[in-house]
T-cell receptor
Framework: SAVISQKPSRDICQRGTSLTIQCQVDSQVTMMFWYRQQPGQSLTLIATANQGSEATYESGFVIDKFPISRPNLTFSTLTVSNMSPEDSSIYLC????????????FGPGTRLTVL | GNSVTQMEGPVTLSEEAFLTINCTYTATGYPSLFWYVQYPGEGLQLLLKATKADDKGSNKGFEATYRKETTSFHLEKGSVQVSDSAVYFCAPHQGYSGAGSYQLTFGKGTKLSVIP
């Protein structure tokens, strides 16, 4: 496997502000993804982070709300913009590792609370 | 696309009891099948997987067998411990679609509490 780190691990934010979450991987990665886990719920894929191009968003998620960057193979950021309490969730980064593209590995998650 | 039906929780067991968490799925083709575990306050960890029919995935005493005929991937453990208390997610993987989207569909999760 690999070490996948996320920053911050948790945050409490005010309504209307934005938060950028970072994901860093210590191994070669082919694909990176961002998921949301709302309280007591399962995981929902937000988007696939593409290196050097715009992310591919799933239905119900838009770039203006969740801008994503991936400047290199092992690093990505997700921004939650203009937050509301409904954005309170755990946000998880996941990756497919080079040479092991049959399994997604997850970061520890960022626990976001919006007041 | 895929869908997953997972046993509803919460499930409460005494230590050393036998555990079964049912999971059935619908999918086109032949997906790989995964169980992930989420311990309290943590992210998801891969628990086990199976990539083809009749394969058995196993890890930490947990097992699950890929049953193509019943489209099931039930999770079992013969003797649970308090440290197994977590939420368990079943997830079929359809594979990279080639359209820039990765289909990993999660079940709703089953919360397991093991009491001493």
């Amino acid at each position: 496997s690999a070490v996948i780190s996320q920053k911050p691990s948790r945050d409490i934010c005010q309504r209307g502000t934005s938060l950028t979450i970072q994901c860093q991987v210590d191994s070669q990665v082919t694909m990176m993804f961002w998921y949301r886990q709302q309280p007591g719920q399962s995981l929902t894929l937000i988007a696939t982070a593409n290196q050097g191009s715009e992310a591919t968003y799933e239905s119900g998620f838009v770039i203006d709300k969740f801008p994503i960057s991936r400047p290199n193979l092992t690093f990505s950021t997700l921004t939650v913009s203009n937050m509301s309490p409904e954005d309170s969730s755990i946000y998880l980064c996941s990756v497919l590792l080079a040479g092991r593209t049959d399994t997604q590995y997850f970061g520890p998650g960022t626990r976001l609370t919006v007041l | 696309g895929n869908s997953v039906t997972q046993m509803e929780g919460p499930v409460t067991l005494s230590e050393e009891a036998f555990l079964t968490i049912n999971c059935t799925y619908t999918a086109t083709g032949y997906p790989s099948l995964f169980w992930y575990v989420q311990y309290p306050g943590e992210g998801l960890q891969l628990l086990l997987k199976a990539t083809k029919a009749d394969d058995k995935g196993s890890n930490k005493g947990f097992e699950a067998t890929y049953r193509k005929e019943t489209t099931s991937f039930h999770l079992e453990k013969g003797s649970v411990q308090v440290s197994d208390s977590a939420v368990y997610f079943c997830a079929p993987h359809q594979g990279y679609s080639g359209a820039g989207s990765y289909q990993l569909t999660f079940g709703k999760g089953t919360k397991l509490s093991v009491i001493p």
